[in-house]
């Protein structure tokens, strides 16, 4: 049993419709017009046209529909795989391909991308979630591994830390400048020529040359 889905709070009735997915629908778009703290669990039913009272059927409280949301945010784990290709032609066109799928992320789709990192849902509560976040992020490290094992055994620097490096690179780019939201900041060239130049920086930093 559901209550009919009307959208911006439209009239309720009775019907057998998917009201986990329009609950997820609803966090979405109210995240896009008010930020991932900017709305209430009653918001969310409201959009959905449902009693307030329904959504707590399929989501324990709004913090459970956010992790929710997180987790078909990391789709991204599938784009980064996609975008790394094995390290071919060469790691270095590879890394840059990475980057591009991250910040392509956050400005096609920046309602999962403010759920899955701007929204405060705890993933250490959240066995799924954790695994989730951990396999997008393995994409990443993995990408490391190959890097690093083409330095100097000695000095060579972990694997773990230049992936967090790299991580964080991009992801302060992705979430200063590639957004397609209210949040993003003006820039005098494209997030990618931003993020290919500081790459090139760190990779002649740990003494490589792409």
Avoid: C
């Avoid at 009239?11 to 329009?22: F, P, V």
């Avoid at 995240?31 to 209430?40: D, M, Q």
């Avoid at 967090?164 to 494209?190: N, V």
């Amino acid at each position: 049993m559901s209550w009919k889905h009307g959208g911006r709070g439209g009239s309720r009735g009775y019907h057998h419709g998917d009201l986990r997915e329009d609950l997820v629908r609803a966090a979405l778009e109210l995240i896009k017009e008010k930020g991932p703290a900017g709305f209430t669990f009653a918001d969310a039913a409201r959009w959905a046209g449902v009693s307030p009272a329904a959504p707590y059927r399929h989501f324990r409280d709004r913090d459970e529909l956010m992790a929710d949301v997180a987790k078909r945010g990391f789709l991204l784990s599938e784009r980064l795989r996609e975008a790394w290709g094995e390290a071919k032609p060469t790691p270095a066109e590879a890394f840059k391909r990475l980057g591009s799928a991250y910040l392509n992320f956050a400005r096609t789709e920046p309602s999962y991308y403010a759920a899955m990192f701007e929204s405060g849902v705890a993933i250490g509560n959240d066995p799924e979630l954790r695994e989730i976040a951990d396999r997008s992020f393995q994409q990443l490290r993995a990408a490391a591994e190959v890097l690093v094992a083409k330095m100097p055994a000695k000095g060579r620097p972990p694997a773990l830390m230049v992936a967090l490096h790299i991580w964080s690179m991009t992801h302060g780019i992705a979430s200063l400048f590639a957004r397609a939201d209210a949040a993003r900041r003006p820039l005098p060239m494209s997030a990618e020529d931003l993020l290919e130049a500081q790459t090139l920086i760190y990779f002649k930093g740990l003494g490589l040359e792409p």
